[in-house]
């Protein structure tokens, strides 16, 4: 198993235990075999683990925090900053109806933006990090990062590997990350208050017969918290959905509790009584509606394209350069290039092999085209295509609207096609186990976990570097490693 100067490089630079773990390997060749990962097979149509996990040390640690809380100051400064909060300026700008601006942004307060549950998508290259989208949103892929981590220390491979070093993981449970927060945030909302009842909204369609094992485990790993920061606090965590919410005056109820905080896994959905509450400052709504105005990959362009305007301080400028690849919004205008004036259109056409091209509102890597992965003829079809968008402004909103009527709009949103065309950032190679007895060269993004302002854990997506899309999605195949921290 020869592994490339440059490769081991890579991996050094995150933590030596994963050049530690590849010597491990070359000493037994059993390692190789996926039959020797049986238990990180899961029964997931979507998510499959890679069998080897990736350590980082607390220097790369310390960048990842520094850029996910970066950029994300960033973006949640947009709606007041750029916009000044005004639904028609919001409407105008990513192409929403002005009634629909104003509901991502009704009641949303400088306190609300500081609690937020985000994933931001990155790339680590030699040269630093490079953020290719941020998914503020509840329903983040990869929450089942506790159960993951707990498979591969129990991995006979792994677990050996982890005994002879005597490595020390330092990771937290994900949950636990979470529900400190909200912890923390309910605590600051009601002042005084001796319990916190937390309400997981689920979608309408909700019917998961695991339902009462999931809530046994998340009230346990939520019962940990209080007791371990929080001993004048009781409460409980109920997996729910808004048709089994009752509002009785000026507060929200489950089962005949009082509901102090929701964390609504509704594609961004509040129904109008509910978001009154919220806008009267009468409940805790974790992320709400204006995820839907953050996670945009507008945004990136928006921040890439103006960061030398007065909006931003010289310390946010430096951030934008660092960590937002070159983004434009496609339009058939002049735009600028490190800081050559250029026509869009034509620049776009004439660079596939260092362009991505990709649509504003899309989830699993749908649509995104990979200019060094894309044939010629269908790169300049894309572009035509995109010269042409459209708008969510024939998308109707209105207060009564019900859970059913906004997944709809969900649908027609994701229909909409306006697209961005970003800089080709070359990914870094790593050495992950691959086939039923090998290894192999695989490109890798990040998903890091920020829940309010404290960084909370991260994974891998890895795809082999044959891959013919060049596309790092768990929905074009690309498996999940685990990333555990470690010190050096």
């Known amino acids: 198993m020869e592994i490339k100067p440059h490769i081991k490089e890579n991996h050094e630079r995150l933590s030596k235990y994963n050049t530690l773990f590849h010597d491990y390997v070359r000493r037994n060749p059993e390692s190789l075999r996926a039959s020797g990962y049986g238990l990180l097979e899961l029964n997931d149509p979507l998510f499959k683990l890679q069998p080897w996990p990736t350590?980082?040390?607390?220097?790369?640690?310390?960048?990842?925090?520094?850029?996910?809380?970066?950029?994300?100051?960033?973006?949640?400064?947009?709606?007041?900053?750029?916009f000044s909060n005004d639904p028609g300026a919001i409407s105008k700008y990513y192409g929403v109806s002005r009634e629909l601006?104003?509901?991502?942004?009704?009641?949303?307060?400088d306190e609300h933006l500081d609690n937020l549950l985000a994933r931001g998508d990155f790339i680590i290259t030699p040269t630093g990090l490079k953020c290719l989208e941020f998914n503020?949103?509840?329903?983040?892929?990869g929450m089942s990062l506790p159960l993951w981590e707990s498979l591969y220390q129990a991995t006979p491979v792994i677990s050996e590997f982890l005994k002879q070093h005597r490595v020390i993981i330092r990771n937290r449970n994900l949950y636990h990350f979470m529900f400190e927060h909200l912890a923390k945030a309910a605590v600051k909302f009601y002042r005084g208050c001796d319990k916190i009842n937390i309400a997981l909204v689920m979608g309408v369609d909700f019917n998961d017969p695991r339902r009462a094992s999931q809530e046994r485990y998340l009230n346990t790993v939520f019962n940990n918290v209080l007791q371990s920061g929080f001993s004048r606090l009781d409460g409980q965590v109920s997996v729910c959905t808004y048709a089994q919410l009752k509002i009785v005056g000026d507060n929200v109820f489950y089962n005949g509790k009082r509901v102090h905080v929701i964390v609504e896994w509704c594609h961004g959905f509040v129904p109008h009584d509910i978001?009154?509450?919220?806008?009267?400052?009468?409940?805790l709504i974790c992320n709400g509606a204006i995820a839907w105005i953050l996670s945009t990959k507008l945004n990136l362009a928006l921040l890439s394209e103006n960061k030398d305007s007065g909006w931003f301080s010289?310390?946010?400028?430096?951030?934008?350069?660092?960590?937002?690849?070159?983004?434009?919004?496609?339009?058939?205008?002049?735009?600028?290039?490190k800081g050559e004036t250029v026509q869009l259109k034509d620049f776009t056409l004439a660079n596939r092999e260092k362009l991505v091209l990709k649509p504003l509102i899309g989830a699993?890597?749908?649509?995104?085209?990979?200019?060094?992965?894309?044939?010629?003829?269908?790169?300049?079809d894309v572009v035509e295509a995109a010269m042409h968008p459209n708008d969510w402004q024939d998308i109707h909103f209105d207060e009564n609207l019900s859970?059913?009527?906004?997944?709809?709009?969900?649908k027609k949103a994701a229909e909409v096609k306006n697209w961005l065309v970003q800089e080709y950032i070359e990914p870094s190679t790593y050495i992950y186990q691959a086939g039923e007895n090998g290894c192999g060269e695989h490109h890798a993004v990040w998903g890091f976990f920020m829940f309010g302002n404290t960084y909370s854990g991260g994974w891998v997506r890895a795809i082999p570097t044959d891959s013919k899309s060049g596309i790092i999605n768990c929905h074009q195949g690309a498996k999940v490693s685990v990333v555990f921290e470690v010190e050096e």
């Open 403 to 410: 859970e059913e009527q906004w997944y709809e709009i969900v």
């Open 136 to 141: 503020v949103n509840t329903n983040l892929g």
């Open 55 to 82: 350590f980082i040390g607390p220097k790369i640690k310390a960048e990842i925090i520094e850029a996910n809380l970066k950029v994300l100051d960033l973006l949640k400064c947009i709606p007041q900053r750029v």
């Open 275 to 283: 978001l009154e509450l919220f806008n009267e400052r009468q409940i």
């Open 364 to 380: 699993g890597g749908k649509d995104i085209h990979v200019g060094p992965h894309t044939p010629e003829k269908e790169w300049q």
């Open 101 to 109: 601006a104003n509901y991502f942004i009704y009641g949303v307060t």
């Open 314 to 337: 010289a310390e946010e400028k430096e951030t934008i350069e660092k960590y937002i690849p070159w983004t434009r919004k496609v339009t058939d205008s002049e735009t600028t290039y």
